[in-house]
Every structure is written in structure tokens, then in C-alpha cells.
């Protein structure tokens, strides 16, 4: 029942989805903004006030989720290619998470006993990798462990990353990376995976994933090596 996926090119004109996304940002602040509007009255009983500012905070919730999935790779105009230290990018990464790691009972174990350059956007290689790892820590909601490993070789850089939480059936697997696909509900948005495959696209990587229900999921994710370091090619 291992069920696993090559995807290449999943999504020719993520570039092009701004302004779908930027919808699925209106939305829930129209809504909100409706809400604050009869939040606008004095005489307003107190229950139906609390229901209100529930609503205001789901909507504001739901867009904040849209920015964090999305958003830095909104941005083309301001990627800027770099010599990148996996390690010390993954690290970063890790700290930015682990308060949420800490929330969901989840153990981090990491195995970089390499050091790996690769060249790409800083920021677009952050929300690769907090996007991936988030979903690994929701996937976790009782506890578990999440490994991230780095390998290297002449060629490459690998990445690995596995979680010990639900998995994903063959139908799930095939459908990850496709825009709006979540199983989160109003929880999810559909766009962290999409936006996962675009970055790594654009960084000339691969991701190939395997999962297993109730055993975990593993992506490797593997970008070319960079050998010798000319400032004026980065
Ligand atoms: P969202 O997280 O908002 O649902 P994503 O694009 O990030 O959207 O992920 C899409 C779907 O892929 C998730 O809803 C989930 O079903 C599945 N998924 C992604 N990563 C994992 C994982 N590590 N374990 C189990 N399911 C996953
Ligand atoms: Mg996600």
C-alpha cells in the first residue's frame, strides 16, 4: 500500500494565479467587514455579539492562511538569487517552527551532517520548506516525530523530510499540489503544495512523495549541487 508520485510540472501559470488568490484573500475580508458593520450596534444582545466576532475572526484567520501559504511566491519581482547553505536555511526554518512542533507533541530529529550550496530565492526556499514541514506537524495533531535529513552529492543536494502522522490514501497523493485540494476544511487552503511545486520548479529541484495511511509520509526533495562558487553566475 506505498503508494508514490513523480511529479515534474504540476502547474504551468502559478505566476499568473494572483489574482484568483488575491480573491481568495477578498473574500473573507468582505466578510469580515460585514460582520464588524452589525458589530456596529448598541443595542446588539451579547450573545449574538460573540457569535459575530467568531465569524470576524474566522474570516481574518482564513486570509492569514491564504498570505502564509502563499505570498512570498506572489512576489516575482523581488526574487533574488543567492548561494544558499542548506543547512543553515533548514535550521532557520526548524526554529521558526518548533513552537509549533512543541503544540502538537511533535519531536524534530535532524540529520545534517553535510553541508550543501545550492542557488536559489531565500524566501522562496523558506515557504517551500514551511510549507512542506506544516503540513508534516498537521498531519501530527497527536504527537509523532518529523525527521529532516540532508544528503549530498556531487550533483545534488537532497533533502529528506518524514513524518510519522495520518498519511495520504493513492487519491490524495495524486491530487497533491493542485490548486484549492485540501482535506482541512476551513482549515486549509489548498495552496501550500501547489506553491511547493512551483518553487522547487523553479529552482531546477525534484520532489518525489511517498505515503502510507497511518504510517507517515516522506518527500524528497533534491536541488543541483553548486560546485565551484562564481559570484558573477549567482
Ligand atoms: P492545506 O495544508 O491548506 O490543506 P496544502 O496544499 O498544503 O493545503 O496540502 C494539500 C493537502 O495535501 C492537505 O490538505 C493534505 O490532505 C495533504 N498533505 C500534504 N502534506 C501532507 C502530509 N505530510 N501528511 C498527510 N497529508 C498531507
Ligand atoms: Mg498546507
Redesign the pocket.
Known amino acids: 500500500l506505498k503508494h508514490q508520485l513523480i511529479k515534474v510540472e504540476k502547474l504551468k501559470a502559478v505566476e499568473q494565479m494572483g489574482a484568483a488568490i488575491s480573491h481568495e484573500i477578498r473574500n473573507p475580508l468582505t466578510a469580515a467587514n460585514g460582520f464588524v458593520q452589525l458589530l456596529n450596534d448598541d443595542y446588539l444582545p451579547r450573545h449574538k455579539r460573540r457569535e459575530y466576532l467568531s465569524i470576524v475572526k474566522d474570516e481574518l484567520n482564513s486570509a492569514e492562511?491564504v498570505i502564509q501559504?502563499y505570498l512570498t511566491f506572489a512576489k516575482p519581482s523581488l526574487v533574488k538569487i543567492e548561494e544558499l547553505n542548506v543547512k543553515n536555511e533548514l535550521k532557520q526554518i526548524i526554529n521558526i517552527l518548533t513552537p509549533m512542533a512543541n503544540q502538537n507533541s511533535v519531536e524534530i530529529i535532524t540529520d545534517f551532517s553535510v553541508i550543501g550550496f545550492i542557488k536559489g530565492d531565500r524566501q522562496r526556499f523558506r515557504q517551500c520548506f514551511i510549507?512542506?514541514l506544516?503540513?508534516?506537524l498537521?498531519?501530527m495533531p497527536n504527537g509523532g516525530y518529523l525527521y529532516i535529513e540532508t544528503h549530498f552529492s556531487k550533483d545534488y543536494v537532497t533533502i529528506r523530510v518524514r513524518?510519522t502522522?495520518?498519511?495520504?490514501t493513492s487519491e490524495?497523493l495524486a491530487r497533491?499540489?493542485e490548486p484549492y485540494?485540501?482535506?482541512?476544511g476551513k482549515n486549509?487552503?489548498?495552496?501550500?503544495?501547489?506553491v511547493v511545486y512551483s518553487i522547487i520548479r523553479a529552482m531546477n529541484g525534484f520532489i518525489r512523495v511517498e505515503?502510507e495511511m497511518e504510517i507517515g509520509?516522506t518527500f524528497h526533495i533534491k536541488f543541483p549541487t553548486i560546485t565551484t562558487y562564481n559570484k558573477n553566475e549567482i
Open positions: 492562511r501559504d510549507n512542506i506544516k503540513n508534516a498537521e498531519a513524518d502522522g495520518i498519511g495520504m490524495q497533491l499540489g485540494y485540501s482535506t482541512k486549509g487552503t489548498g495552496l501550500g503544495m501547489m505515503s509520509t
